[in-house]
């Protein structure tokens, strides 16, 4: 049988690419990329390559992100189905609708989302830097936020501003049974309940610490506490693990499925090794982006980047 991750490596070398794989694939692709991060830092580590060739294992509109950041390059997927439940609340048609009714507002829109989506926006932010980006609109300025409602009115709570959200979510993040995080909470008395800010604002409300994949990470690794009950996806575990071993991780079930012991995403799961290898010996899927609408997103984007 082929040696997938000895081919990978090999290709990867043959053809100057570079692999870069969110927290939430599988711990196999994981191990065999160059760098693993949350959206903001893999969309840096894409802007900062000089390899000729991207392939970018996490969902859709990551890889696009390092398209627009990238236009000149090949920007490649494992499997272009990997979506985004986020990005898919927010078609463009609809949005542009909205917008409409809004003219004085500024568009934020959080990089969950497609590339006409940032094309209409005027800023965009990631969950990690969202806090900082509207810190940094000018106090008088109404905002309209999108496309994730828990992350808008997490945002809202936290800075007091005058904001209309757009109603989209995050099917994985918002199906942290509630009721079996407060008998977690009963159960471990001396854990530190964290979560990503795009959870229901009833968990967020309880949390000790509320972030994005790395600034749990961080959190969890510089805290004092022994335990952690996590409402975050569960690709963010291993390497929670691998950097606190001493320290109990406890996953959060779901609503529909309370035997479940964590929260995937299934469209970051749809990337497979065997799709990684294929999609490197082929060049393809690849990213194609339409010139104006990737040329028009690029303006927010870069906008956001130069922060960092
Ligand atoms: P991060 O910025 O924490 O990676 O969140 C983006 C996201 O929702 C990943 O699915
Ligand atoms: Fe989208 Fe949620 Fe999956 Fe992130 S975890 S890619 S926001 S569906």
Not at 182 to 204: R, T
Request: proline residues 5%; glycine residues 2%; charged residues 25%.
């Amino acid at each position: 049988m082929m040696n997938l991750k000895k081919e990978i490596k090999q290709l990867k070398q043959e053809k100057d690419a570079v692999i870069l794989a969110h927290y939430y694939q599988d711990p196999a692709i994981q191990d065999i990329a160059d760098y693993c991060g949350d959206s903001l830092e893999l969309a840096k580590k894409a802007q900062e390559t000089s390899a000729k060739l991207i392939v970018f294992a996490g969902v859709h509109f990551m890889a696009e992100t390092a398209k627009i950041l990238n236009p000149s390059k090949k920007v490649l997927v494992p499997d272009l189905d990997a979506g985004c439940s986020l990005a898919d609340d927010c078609n463009a048609t609809d949005f542009k609708k909205f917008i409409d009714n809004y003219p004085e507002h500024l568009i934020l829109a959080s990089i969950n989302c497609s590339a006409e989506i940032k094309a209409m926006s005027d800023l965009v932010c990631t969950p990690s830097n969202a806090l900082e980006v509207v810190n940094r609109i000018p106090k008088h300025k109404k905002i309209l936020f999108a496309p994730d409602e828990h992350l808008g009115n997490y945002l809202i709570k936290e800075t007091g501003r005058d904001m209309i959200v757009w109603n989209g979510s995050c099917l994985v993040h918002e199906a942290f049974y509630f009721n079996k995080i407060l008998d977690l909470v009963v159960e471990y008395p001396y854990a530190q309940l964290i979560a990503h800010p795009e959870s229901d604002a009833e968990v967020l409300r309880i949390a000790h610490f509320v972030g994005t994949t790395s600034k749990l990470l961080n959190f969890v690794k510089q805290d004092e506490h022994h335990e952690f009950i996590v409402a975050a996806e569960t690709g963010i575990l291993q390497e929670l693990q691998r950097l606190v071993p001493h320290k109990k991780l406890i996953p959060v079930p779901i609503q529909d499925d309370i035997s479940c012991a964590c929260r995937e995403c299934d469209f970051m799961k749809l990337n497979t090794l065997q799709k990684l290898y294929d999609c490197l010996k082929n060049e393809d899927p690849e990213i194609k982006l339409h010139h104006e609408v990737a040329h028009k997103a690029a303006v927010p984007l870069k906008e956001m980047m130069s922060l960092h």
